[in-house]
């Protein structure tokens, strides 16, 4: 007997699941829908698929799969790749899990966290310039810009660890907390004995 084997567009559920969570996830992260699907579908496909296919398997506009494949190429999540005998331009996620979150965290980083640390630097050096501007308000910003460089350079700090000491990091959780000898004031308001 002569086994039949039929191609179809449609994705096993626990794939089709994936992509749809991943879509959510992506615009509760300010992407778009379709740029989220599409990285989802090239992560967990495992080999590398034209904009027809994904337009195809995700039943979404071949033009909309184009502008979210540029998305991501900029975002350095997926690659193009050659196929032997293809004309086409096939596409491939970055398969490391590290590594993209590594990615997708610089890039994040540098649309959000730099440019709020370039306002607020040029914030504070007008408002530092004003006499019409209170001390008080100076301060503040000094602070939110103290922070959000504090903020800046640690991000940056954790993106370069090597992968297997980020993973150990991640790992140790709260214990890196504890190691370190800090506690969360959160938890010690909230676990606070009320006075006798």
């Known amino acids: ?50 904009a027809e296919e994904i337009a195809d398997r995700l039943k979404l506009a071949r033009s909309n ?21 293809e004309r086409r331009d096939f596409y491939e996620a970055e398969a490391d899990v590290f590594e993209m979150v590594r990615r997708i965290a610089a890039n994040r980083k540098a649309r959000e966290i730099d440019p709020a640390v370039a306002a607020l630097r040029q914030c504070l050096a007008a408002a530092e310039t004003d006499p019409n501007v209170p001390g008080a308000t100076c301060q503040r910003f000094r602070e939110m810009l103290d922070v959000t460089q504090a903020v800046s350079k ?20 709260a ?7 800090l506690t969360s004031t959160r938890r010690t308001k909230r676990s606070a004995k009320p006075p006798t």
């Open 65 to 85: 799969v184009s502008t979210s494949l540029r998305e991501l190429l900029s975002w350095s999540l997926i690659r193009r790749v050659s196929v032997l005998g």
């Open 154 to 173: 640690s991000f940056d700090e954790v993106i370069d660890l090597p992968t297997p000491i980020l993973a150990k990091l991640i790992k140790m959780g």
């Open 175 to 181: 214990a890196v907390v504890r190691l370190a000898g």
């Open 1 to 50: 007997m002569t086994e039949i084997t039929v191609k179809t567009d449609r994705l096993p559920p626990a794939i089709e699941r994936f992509v749809i969570a991943w879509g959510e996830m992506g615009e509760v992260w300010g992407v778009n829908r379709s740029v989220s699907q599409i990285h989802a579908l090239l992560y967990i496909s495992g080999q590398p698929l034209s």
